[in-house]
């Protein structure tokens, strides 16, 4: 089925496009992804397409069957993954680069996502060259930051995610700072039923936007996208996008089934409620 979709529009106070990203992490198989795409085609309206970017992060291996249902049938959606290494190429068995990435039309990659970072070892660091390698490479990193639940209770929060933006921003290549899209993930809110509350959610994203004030410029931080994620669900996406500060949301389990993530984007009461 071939049809044009519109273009997401601006949101009337900030200026900034909505992003919503699907991250599948390690779900769906290629003939999964081509099918929840097609499937999620079906279910949008055209006039949902305005409301928001949409992404999909699927796994590496889906990445090119996703890349042609997508052109093939002219689909709005943006190709995202969910890792890279920062070297273009060389001796690094397993890794995949942002130059092969760009080659499958990726237009966003999530760096330093909790998981990666507690199950994969993950420092501040690694998080900052591979962002730092996006940028470069004319994609855009979609870079996570969030505490634990320990850190939250002993009242780090703010110590902990400016640790975690500071050395992202100390290397990110300036002339791209305008695009980075940042992800507020509270790590005990992921996959737990309990997310933070959109009260919450937008104090941090204030708190965010403010320090990338100081750090960078008024402009940058008025540009930078920020998005929060941690059992975004049909039930609590408007909250979360009726926030001033948040511009999106990385969706987790509920980007899973096709007609559940529609429902999110386009689900009543419609996001552009918020608006
Ligand atoms: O990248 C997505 C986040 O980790 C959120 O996952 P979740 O929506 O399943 O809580």
Redesign the pocket.
């Known amino acids: 089925m071939s049809r044009r979709a519109p273009e997401p529009e601006p949101q009337a106070g900030s200026g900034r496009v909505r992003l919503v990203v699907a991250?599948w992490k390690l779900h769906h198989t290629h003939l999964e992804a081509i099918a929840f795409l097609e499937r999620l085609w079906h279910l949008l309206d055209v006039e949902d397409y305005r409301r928001a970017e949409i992404a999909i992060c699927p796994a590496f291996t889906a990445l090119r069957s996703a890349q042609l249902t997508i052109e093939t049938d002219g689909m709005p959606y943006r190709l995202g993954a969910q890792d890279v290494f920062w070297e273009p190429s060389g001796a690094y068995t397993g890794e995949v680069s942002v130059p092969m990435l760009a080659k499958l039309d990726v237009k966003y990659v999530i760096v330093g996502?909790s998981e990666r970072r507690r199950l994969f070892g993950e420092t501040d660091d690694v998080v900052a060259k591979k962002a730092a390698a996006v940028a470069s490479g004319g994609l855009v990193p979609i870079v996570c930051v969030g505490e634990v639940a320990e850190e939250r209770a002993g009242g780090t929060t703010e110590a902990v995610l400016e640790r975690q933006l500071d050395t992202v921003l100390t290397t990110y290549p300036v002339e791209a700072l305008g695009e980075l899209v940042i992800a507020y993930?509270p790590v005990w809110?992921?996959?737990s039923g309990t997310p933070a509350t959109p009260e919450d959610a937008e104090h941090v994203a204030r708190f965010l936007r403010d320090r990338l004030a100081r750090r960078a410029s008024e402009a940058v931080a008025a540009r930078v996208r920020i998005l929060y994620?941690?059992?975004?669900d049909v039930g609590n996406a408007v909250a979360f996008l009726a926030q001033a500060d948040i511009d999106g949301l990385?969706?987790?389990?509920?980007s899973l089934d096709p007609e559940r993530f529609a429902q999110l984007l386009g689900g009543r009461p419609r996001i552009a409620s918020t608006s």
Do not use: F, Q
């Open positions: 991250n996502h993930e809110a992921i996959g994620g941690g059992s975004v990385l969706v987790g389990g509920a």
